[in-house]
């Protein structure tokens, strides 16, 4: 199911399966049902249908997840780094927040360390409803998360062809094309998703990120002065931009 699909149900239902468990992240079928207040025939028929119209997925330990397209793993091998990047799951949640806390200083990616603390705080990583879409895929090294591209879409009319990126790598896996990788990847998942341009907020302190995204063709779009307070300290936001 692309994100940019409208969720449609022909039956109530089914809709209230569907944001039962795309607000919950990863949810047991019986505490689904549960909740719902469902018998097991009429639950097992909603879940049935949604799992066959790509909208619901089972995890292997049989949660159900909103599914989503999920393209082939990417592996790769730099020197003695070898590292996997693919579609992030409910299930890295916990080691997405982790890396975003750890690669980020200070106040040296607001809007990353926003989101950090957005999804802890929901503890759902992935989301597709009216108000917003929410997607990440990770870089991964023996299984564990290194880095992260994160892709954040409103669901309004006006901003459909826009969506905001946050990008990152824990320091001792930098240098090794893993956020050169990441980028791409979450690059060509929007442009498959039919977004035309891509913004990136980061304080004008973060000079290595402004440069990373330059050498990858971003630009500078905007600029608002004075938009932090770090540290007692007003700082620019520099807002950089990619057309697709």
Known sequence: MELTEQLEFDHRGRKDVYEYVESHGDVAQEEARDALKMDPREFGHHVAILKRDGVLEEA???HLQIAYDEAAEEEYAVEDVEYTIRQARQA????IVGVMRSAIDAGTYVVAESVADMIDHEEVLLRHNELESRMFFVACVEG???GWV???HPEMEKLSHTAELTVGVLDEYRGNGIGSHLLQRGL???AQQGYERIYNSIPSTNEGAIA?????GWEEAARREDHYKLGGDYIDEVM???DL
Do not use: N, R, S
């Open 92 to 95: 890295d949640m916990t080691g």
């Open 144 to 146: 564990d998360v290194v």
């Open 240 to 242: 950089m931009e990619i």
């Open 212 to 216: 990373f995204l330059k050498e990858h």
């Open 188 to 190: 060509e998942w929007a």
């Open 150 to 152: 994160h892709l954040e």
């Open 60 to 62: 292997e330990d049989g």
